[in-house]
């Protein structure tokens, strides 16, 4: 393996590595360590956008490579120069929503050097005047819109990554749809070279003109007491789902998800997804969970997945079918919900394919459905019990307690 050349400066720990990954701002090489600058002169191959590389031209000698679309048809051409000295050129820190996370899997980490450059993050930080620890960060670039929603918390500061410069005017009329026409909008364009500039509007009125595609927007969330939060703790309000009536209820809901358990990176089935609200819920607990919903009846599977995108986890997954068949070919859970549907040997299949140490809940408002749920019980253990929920109604002029039908919950651990 080839070792690249630098100056005395440059750390030991950077020797072998024939593969470099170096930011570069919008300051372009004037921002540059002088390691980095030998970097990209020595390199063979300089890999990156247009921009990047118009940035670093008067340092470039060797081979140009413009990422190509898909970009993924370049990593090739770079593996293909393996033990040859490689930069790739990109936007502040590679490892902060960049590049670096394709590359090194790719890549072994031991042959990759990185030097970032302060992230768009961190920029846009310093320029409100606030603390990067205290603030949401997420982007947009290449990511669902939707996925902002769980983070408009009344009194948030969110900093977003956008798409181009459509972004900020899109995220002004969700803002607006969702009552929270009060946030103010900062939009800070081309960080930390000669052409930045910063605006601010409210979401209500903001008209900003001739953004810069290359935006981050700092969110300041102002919400109306009416506006349709989604609140942090699971059990959300029933009001938020659309819903034919198929709909796990929010007490329910909440025993249901204490029953799974969630943790960070899961995959969930939601066996009769009906209005999604229990996958939902799951994935709303981390940005790393996955879930996948089965649901006979299309018309339902359409309503979840409008749900899933108004409450901010488009990624849900829905595969229209009836089970046990629609279960066959899918990932292993590491936990799974029934919440209809427990007839045709349903319960069994589930059980066998979910993973060692994953959990198993499921509700029955039937008879028959409570004999699969002791059946289950009998057979594997875990903890079976019944869930009666009495709301207030009115009875006539005055109010009395009306019960809902009673619901069997069963749940188990997989030894």
Not at 244 to 261: C, F, I
């Amino acid at each position: 393996m080839a070792v690249l050349k630098m100056n005395a400066s440059a750390s030991n720990s950077m020797a072998g590595r024939w593969l470099s990954i170096v930011g570069i701002g919008e300051d372009g090489i004037d921002g540059l360590s002088p390691i980095a600058r030998r970097l990209i002169e020595d390199a063979e191959l300089v890999v990156g956008g247009k921009r990047h590389l118009d940035l670093a031209d008067p340092l470039i000698q060797g081979t140009r490579l413009p990422w190509p679309s898909p970009i993924d048809e370049a990593y090739a051409q770079i593996l293909a120069r393996s033990g040859e000295a490689v930069v790739v050129l990109a936007s502040g820190d590679p490892f902060h929503f960049g590049i670096g996370k394709q590359l090194a899997a790719l890549v072994q980490a031991d042959e990759i050097a990185c030097l970032p450059q302060p992230s768009a993050f961190s920029l846009a930080a310093a320029r409100m005047g606030w603390a990067l620890q205290d603030v949401t960060t997420l982007s947009l670039h290449g990511r669902p819109f939707e996925r902002i929603v769980p983070a408009l918390q009344p009194g948030a500061r969110i900093l977003a990554l956008t798409w181009d410069e459509t972004t900020p005017a899109k995220l002004a009329a969700l803002l607006s749809e969702r009552k929270m026409g009060e946030t103010r909008i900062t939009v800070l364009e081309r960080l930390g070279g000669p052409a930045e500039r910063i605006r601010t509007a409210r979401a209500d009125s903001c008209a900003l003109d001739a953004i810069d595609p290359l935006n981050t927007i700092a969110i300041e969330v102002m919400a109306d007491a009416d506006a349709p939060i989604v609140g942090l703790a699971p059990g959300l309000d029933d009001a938020l789902f659309e819903s034919d009536g198929q709909l796990t209820k929010r007490e329910v809901r909440a025993v249901v998800l204490s029953s799974l358990a969630p943790r960070r990176g899961e995959l969930l089935w939601d066996i009769g997804l009906g209005s999604g609200s229990i996958a939902i819920e799951w994935l709303l607990r981390d940005p790393a969970m996955r879930a996948i919903g089965i649901e006979a009846n299309a018309d339902r599977a359409a309503r979840a997945a409008r749900n899933a995108a108004s409450l901010g986890v488009p990624q849900l997954e829905i595969v229209e079918g009836k089970a046990p068949d629609a279960l066959e070919g899918l990932p292993a859970p590491d936990a799974i919900f029934i919440g209809g549907g427990l007839t045709d040997g349903v319960l069994e299949v589930a059980w066998n394919a979910l993973k060692p140490g994953g959990r198993l809940a499921a509700n029955a408002v039937t008879l028959e459905g409570e004999r699969e749920l002791f059946a289950g019980f009998e057979a594997h253990d875990g903890s079976l019990s019944r869930i009666q929920l009495v709301r207030a109604d009115t009875v006539g002029s005055l109010h009395g307690w009306r019960p809902a039908m009673p619901i069997t919950h069963w749940h188990v651990v997989k030894s």
